[in-house]
């Protein structure tokens, strides 16, 4: 016990949260602030495309977070599969997620930061969600990494997608982007979620993911994500993206991501 304690605080004094990380990239785009400056900064007013912030994204964020084998060698076996049966209860036996009264993400595939991110979030209540703070607010830095890598490693079918005649339509919006009611161009969304939309580092796979989950999150963005106004996240990132996407590019491009293995 005592030797996980020590380990447990040598780590958290190491490790960078994710209010630090975002303020060293905030710091990198001196001059934008608020919603507006983000807005400007993605392009969609200004008309800049959003590879040269991606590329230098990925310059600032890049290994931030990552899960070591020191990391996880942290966490005992029993420990990490009592924590695993838990997770399945409601996130489905195979991480495959759990279409009920309302949609729980599939886990499945999602990269190892991305996990561990988001369990932060819910923890610091900076993503606000009343089941997973009790969730993730009792978990150690360690067991989150560990739980990242497990859940990445699973391979389950999608449960089901969305309606099949909006997945072509959607599948145009993922890899050419949109132009919002405001002017400009945002980009593809495949330029940070990948290809296929297999996720990279902090960027989300989207592969898979429940068809009313990605609906649920694209249309309640700002009401979720990044609530904690002093905590810079990543979620600024996706905001104006959300709150520039109609309620029919929402669903055609849900249909679309539901539907790729
Ligand atoms: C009592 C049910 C419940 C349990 C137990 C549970 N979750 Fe969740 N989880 C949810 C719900 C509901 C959401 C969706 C929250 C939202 O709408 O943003 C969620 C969301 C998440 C997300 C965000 C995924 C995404 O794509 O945005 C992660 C990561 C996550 N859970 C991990 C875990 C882990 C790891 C465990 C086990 C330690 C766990 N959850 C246990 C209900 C649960
Ligand atoms: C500039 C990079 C970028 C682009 C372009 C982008 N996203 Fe995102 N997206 C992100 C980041 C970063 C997150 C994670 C934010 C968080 O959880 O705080 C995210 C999260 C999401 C989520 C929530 C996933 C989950 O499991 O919780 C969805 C859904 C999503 N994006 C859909 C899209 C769609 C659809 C597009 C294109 C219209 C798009 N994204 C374009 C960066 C981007």
């Known amino acids: 016990m005592m030797k996980v304690a020590r380990a447990f605080s040598a780590h958290s004094r190491a490790s960078r949260n994710p209010a630090g990380k975002a303020k060293s990239w905030v710091g990198a785009f001196a001059g934008t602030s608020g919603s507006q400056g983000w807005l400007d900064f993605m392009g969609t007013r200004s008309g800049i495309q959003l590879a040269l912030p991606l590329a230098m994204l990925v310059i600032v964020f890049g290994g931030a977070g990552r899960t070591s084998a020191a990391e996880t060698a942290a966490v ?128 989300p796979r989207l592969a898979g993911q429940l068809d009313d989950y990605i609906v649920d999150k694209l249309t309640n963005w700002s009401k979720e994500f990044g609530q904690h106004p002093s905590k810079m996240d990543v979620s600024r990132i996706m905001q104006p993206i959300a709150e520039a996407l109609t309620e029919a590019q929402i669903k055609a491009v849900a249909a679309y991501l539901s539907s790729l293995q």
């Open 76 to 203: 005992s076996k029993p420990e990490l599969e009592a924590k695993i049966k838990y997770c399945e209860i409601c996130h489905g036996h195979s991480a495959e997620g759990f279409e009920g009264y309302y949609p729980i993400p599939r886990l499945a595939g999602q990269t190892p930061d991305f996990i561990k991110y988001s369990l932060q979030a819910f923890a610091e209540r900076t993503r606000t969600n009343n089941i997973m703070f009790h969730v993730a607010r009792v978990l150690s830095p360690d067991m989150m990494a560990a739980l990242g890598a497990h859940f990445h490693d699973l391979n389950a079918k999608p449960l089901g997608a969305g309606p099949t005649d909006l997945v072509a339509a959607g599948k145009e919006i993922f890899e050419t982007g949109v132009e919002p009611r405001g002017g400009g161009r945002i980009k593809s969304c495949s330029s940070c979620h990948g290809d296929n939309a297999e996720g990279n580092q902090d960027f």
